[in-house]
């Protein structure tokens, strides 16, 4: 575990971890970094560095052009398509069952639309900006799972005869009303708040940040990287999630 932070406070949120019945985490591309899945933000390799999110990203991209906008979601479909869960997905997901059995929870609300949270065993994800798994049509709302959706020409349509679009939330969209409510009540009711992989530059998901240290809970960073967050969170845990998380879990099984 040399290339871990401080061994005391892993410890420290270990014990945290152990203790307190309900725990929320709110995660972010890094959490899918082991997975081979980039990150946004990281120079150079980052897929912002490399693209412009108003052209791609934007409700208005969308609308002005929906055939760029939907081959590029398609292309990145395909960056995830054979990604397989990482350590870190799966020790969150164990951590998850094993304060289930106990009476708790692990309430995992995600940035990523990747579904590798699921696919690592957690359950009740809260996709904060949806899923690449699923594609909507823009006439009807209808959804519909990405296996079903025909790509031979773009943008793919719908037997209504509408555009289908990736079933995320685009930057000038609003985040579901579900998953808003639920992450609110999950920051409102944990006794641990973690934060892994995520820059935390994001509105609203870095307001859960804020919002569990105004209630004065304990909080975690798990990330390489510093954030904006860094200075302010309980604990900050040095090194990447697929590396933290087992260790953690192995500490708090102990
Ligand atoms: P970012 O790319 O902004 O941040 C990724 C974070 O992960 C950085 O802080 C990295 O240091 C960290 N990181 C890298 N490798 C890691 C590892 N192995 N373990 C843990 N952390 C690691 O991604 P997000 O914060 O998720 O939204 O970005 C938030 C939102 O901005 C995304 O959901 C997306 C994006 O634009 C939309 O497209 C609407």
Redesign the pocket.
């Known amino acids: 575990m040399s290339d871990l932070a401080d061994q005391t406070e892993l410890q420290l949120v270990a014990e945290l971890l152990q203790t307190a019945p309900r725990v929320a985490v709110l995660?972010?591309?890094?959490?899918s970094?082991?997975s081979g899945i980039?990150?946004?933000?990281?120079p150079q390799t980052?897929?912002?560095a490399r693209y412009d999110?108003m052209e791609l990203?934007h409700a208005d991209a969308l609308a002005r052009d929906p055939k760029m906008v939907t081959e590029w979601y398609h292309w990145r479909f395909s960056r995830c398509a054979h990604a397989k869960p990482?350590p870190?997905h799966v020790a969150l997901a164990q951590l998850q069952q094993l304060k289930r059995d106990a009476g708790g929870n692990v309430d995992v609300l995600t940035?990523?639309?990747d579904g590798l949270h699921q696919a690592g065993g957690a359950l009740d994800v809260v996709e904060?900006?949806g899923s690449i798994l699923r594609w909507r049509c823009q006439k009807t709302g209808e959804k519909r799972p990405i296996g079903e959706v025909d790509f031979s020409s773009f943008p793919p349509t719908s037997k209504a005869g509408g555009v289908l679009r990736p079933d995320?939330?685009?930057?000038g969209e609003m985040l579901p009303t579900d998953a808003i409510e639920a992450a609110e009540r999950a920051v409102m009711s944990c006794d641990v708040f973690l934060t892994?992989?995520?820059?935390?530059?994001?509105y609203p998901?870095?307001g859960y940040i804020d919002m569990a240290l105004s209630r004065g809970v304990p909080t975690v960073e798990?990330?390489?990287?510093a954030?904006p967050m860094t200075g302010s969170v309980t604990h900050a845990l040095r090194?990447?999630?697929?590396?933290?998380l087992p260790e953690l879990l192995r500490r708090v099984r102990d």
């Not at 980039?38 to 990281?42: G, P, V």
């Open positions: 995660t972010g591309a890094g959490m970094a082991e980039e990150t946004f933000r990281q980052g897929l912002w999110p990203a990482n870190g940035q990523n639309i904060l900006h995320i939330v685009l930057f892994i992989g995520t820059s935390a530059v994001v998901a870095a798990i990330n390489p990287e954030t090194g990447p999630s697929g590396v933290v």
